[in-house]
């Protein structure tokens, strides 16, 4: 070989080693490459993430966010509604992985609370609560910090077929007077009045709205914990006897103990009940059942006012304890952020609760301008300190619809009252 030629092969074997020293970089060293890293693991808890109940929306936020943080997987927790208080009390007491988690009120966000006041993980001066309105957050600010996001908003208070309205001449009514006239006149044409049913929880969409009507708010509830009313005060003992109005006088189905609420929908859509005792979020399912009925949301009317509510759907929160705070803060920031906001809004008819949004549906509008009144007020039952007593009122609710007597009902409700107040 000439020189030339031993130049060429010296030359090829030095370029030879340069690429292999850059396709492997600890060639050189006998060490194997630095195998990737493992995706950081974020647990979300909800009862949320029922495809049935939530359709998709939240089952694509978190794929949107995986792809936007690759280095974030979300190991969904799905736990159904009726087992969520339980199954998160024994997540958070048995020290099991918890990163975020949903609550659906300010009673339960403070039933957690109550098992450990470091709980949840502090937010207050986080760039992303900004977008969100002051309103919004109070129930989860705890002195002074915040410890919850929220996400869309609702309010209470009765659906109606809007089509039948108009077909029959009816207007909706702005006064308790009026509210019984127009049962009236429902009932004399055959039609149900409300579609009333059997679930234990339906009650309190009615009687928490004539409790706003009559005055109480968080001070007024905060005086019935503490002992300084009780449940014999005028504005609770009107609130459920009006309440048990609706069942005497014959404006609910007469096999309504049997009823499920799914079933109470299909009255509406069959055009046998012109109205439902409900939430907003209840619209879509009702529409969906006769699309050419126009469904459309009213207060319940009051005697001398009528107070808008506001339910907040969710409150996305973090476990104090997690591992990854700030890929956690990530995860909540896009799941309560205006687009999801946006996006759940149109689909559950819904009201972002952040201060800037685009939502092009009347409906949206109606609800909106009802749940930003000046004089909007928390959805009363929400006032109540725990969902344990909230529960508890509510059963006691129950049992004098079915019939027990009022004052065996109200001596059983402040029973749970003082009872809750001793165990503070």
């Not at 009559?214 to 005028?234: I, M, Q």
């Not at 009702?286 to 009051?302: H, K, L, Q, S, Y």
């Not at 344990?388 to 079915?402: K, R, T």
């Amino acid at each position: 070989m000439n020189r030339f030629g031993r130049w060429i092969a010296a030359a090829g074997a030095v370029m030879l080693i340069m690429l292999s020293s850059c396709m492997y970089p600890d060639a050189s060293s006998g060490e194997p490459p630095e195998p990737e890293k493992e995706p950081i693991v974020l647990r979300y808890s909800s009862y949320l993430l029922d495809s049935a109940q939530a359709g998709r929306v939240y089952h694509n936020a978190v794929a949107e966010f995986e792809t936007l943080y690759p280095h974030i997987r979300i190991d969904r927790d799905f736990i159904p509604n009726n087992n969520y208080t339980a199954g998160i009390k024994t997540r958070l007491l048995g020290g099991e992985k918890l990163d975020v988690f949903d609550v659906w009120s300010p009673s339960l966000f403070e039933e957690f609370r109550k098992l450990d006041e470091q709980v949840y993980l502090d937010l207050s001066g986080e760039p992303f609560l900004d977008e969100f309105r002051a309103s919004s957050l109070a129930p989860v600010t705890i002195g002074g910090k915040v410890y919850g996001v929220p996400e869309v908003m609702h309010s209470d208070g009765i659906l109606y077929n809007r089509t039948m309205f108009k077909k029959l001449g009816l207007r909706v009514p702005e006064t308790w007077e009026e509210f019984i006239e127009l049962c009236e006149t429902l009932k004399s044409h055959g039609i149900i009045p409300i579609a009333f049913d059997s679930e234990w929880w339906g009650p309190q969409f009615f009687f928490g709205s004539v409790m706003s009507n009559n005055g109480a708010d968080a001070a007024w509830t905060e005086k019935l914990e503490r002992g300084e009313v009780t449940v014999r005060d005028p504005i609770f003992v009107d609130a459920i006897t009006k309440t048990k109005e609706l069942i005497d006088r014959g404006y609910v189905p007469p096999d309504w103990l049997k009823l499920k609420r799914e079933q109470a929908k299909d009255l509406i859509g069959e055009g046998k009940a012109a109205m439902m005792i409900a939430g907003t979020w209840d619209m879509p399912s009702i529409i969906a059942r006769n699309p050419d009925n126009d469904i459309d949301f009213m207060m319940v009317p009051g005697e001398e006012r009528t107070v808008p509510n506001i339910n907040i759907g969710t409150y996305r929160v973090i476990h104090a304890a997690t591992k990854y705070p700030e890929e956690a803060k990530l995860f909540v920031a896009f799941m309560n952020g205006r687009a999801n906001q946006e996006k759940l809004a149109l689909g559950a008819l819904a009201v972002p609760s952040v201060k800037h949004y685009v939502v092009d549906h009347p409906i949206v509008e109606k609800i909106a301008a009802v749940v930003t009144r000046e004089d909007a007020t928390l959805y009363w039952p929400h006032t109540v300190s725990t969902e344990s007593l909230q529960v508890s009122i509510l059963e006691g609710v129950n049992h004098y619809l079915i019939g027990e007597e009022l004052d065996a009902v109200l001596d059983r409700i402040q029973h749970a009252i003082d009872r809750a107040r001793m165990n503070r």
